[in-house]
């Protein structure tokens, strides 16, 4: 398999299916597009790859998959042995729901606090959107540990769920966000601080 990513520092859809690839524990390349390049150069560069023009997009063998959530799904048909969704059907149910909702949402928090691996720590001022975005995230983060138990949000073992809210995580440590200030006890981030402390994360992370 070959997996297809944009720069480590930056690219959030690609963390997360690399992430979840890295869980499987099967063999893959890697083809690393360089983002932000000038005159277009990063599109035509992904174009070979990407029927979509964006990154990631996940080869195997004939079939191209892209889309960060549809690799994902595809990995866990590929690889049930993984443990890439919980067994439990409501734990199962949940985890698919907060991905999607990952996948789709938080666009305040997106566009205001975007990922960079790279940058120092820095305290922000946040707008009335993105603290409504943190607040959604840290409740959604306390329900779903206290009704399964934790670790992860889909009970003990970590998944597709954990890997996409990852970037958030980094994104808290970045712009020095206190989930505290958000509503959340304690649980939401030691979640955060679990998530980068992953071995998949750490692998990642030592390539930025």
């Known amino acids: 398999m070959e997996l297809v990513i944009g720069t480590k520092a930056w690219s959030t859809w690609s963390m997360r299916p690399w992430l979840v690839l890295k ?11 360089k983002l932000r390049q000038e005159n277009n150069m990063s599109a035509e560069a992904i174009k070979p790859h990407s029927a979509t023009g964006l990154v ?12 960060s ?5 595809y990995l866990a048909e590929r690889f049930p042995d993984a443990g890439l969704w919980p067994k439990d059907a409501a734990a199962r149910a949940l985890a698919r729901s907060a991905a999607a909702e990952m996948h789709a949402g938080f666009s305040s928090l997106r566009s205001e606090c975007p990922m960079d691996l790279t940058a120092a720590i820095e305290a922000v001022e946040l707008s009335d959107a993105t603290q409504k975005d943190l607040r959604r995230i840290g409740g959604l983060w306390n329900a779903l540990l206290a009704r399964f138990g934790g670790p ?5 073992e970590w998944g597709i769920a954990d890997a996409f809210f990852t970037p958030v995580a980094s994104r808290l440590r970045t712009y020095g966000v206190q989930l ?3 509503g959340d006890a304690g649980p939401g981030a030691q979640y955060a601080e679990r998530l980068l402390q ?6 990642w992370q030592a390539d930025v």
């Open 23 to 33: 869980k499987t524990g099967a063999p893959f390349s890697e083809t690393l597009i």
């Open 69 to 73: 959530l549809a690799i994902c799904e």
């Open 56 to 67: 990631p997009a996940l080869k195997d063998g004939d079939l191209t998959v892209c889309d």
């Open 198 to 203: 992953r071995p998949e994360f750490l692998a």
């Open 152 to 156: 992860y949000l889909g009970g003990p």
């Open 180 to 182: 505290s200030d958000y």
